[in-house]
Nanobody
Framework: QVQLVESGGGLVQPGGSLRLSCVAS????????IGWFRQAPGKEREGVSCISSSDGSTYYADSVKGRFTFSRHNAKNTMYLQMNSLKPEDTAVYYC????????????WGQGTQVTVSS
């Protein structure tokens, strides 16, 4: 079966850290563009970070640059999002996603994991 399973979300205080994991099964992440998205209550879904399969370049939204790190462990077929210096505005449901190189839209999505940053 083809699926993405996320974990690692939770409640954290401002300034704290979390690491999200996304495990792929049924296909290899190595041959796909991969990315993280998030959606906060009352807001549109936004892209957080992505890695290009063509050259491995990593891109970050301005709002998370310097605080979040996106990585992939091919042997474990897993992608990670390390989130440091978390702010209340980072509160959202986070989704991992994959896309075939050359395609416009993502093909697979994780189930989502809730991240809440609050005192």
């Amino acid at each position: 079966q083809v699926q993405l399973v996320e974990s690692g979300g939770g409640l954290v205080q401002p300034g704290g850290s979390l690491r999200l994991s996304c495990v792929a099964s049924g296909f290899s992440l190595e041959y796909y563009d991969i990315g993280w998205f998030r959606q906060a209550p009352g807001k549109e879904r936004e892209g957080v970070s992505c890695i290009s399969s063509s050259d491995g370049s990593t891109y970050y939204a301005d709002s998370v640059k310097g605080r979040f790190t996106f990585s992939r462990h091919n042997a474990k077929n897993t992608m990670y999002l390390q989130m440091n210096s978390l702010k209340p505005e980072d509160t959202a449901v986070y989704y991992c996603s994959t896309r075939r190189p050359g395609s416009v839209d993502p093909e697979y999505w994780g189930q989502g994991t809730q991240v809440t940053v609050s005192s």
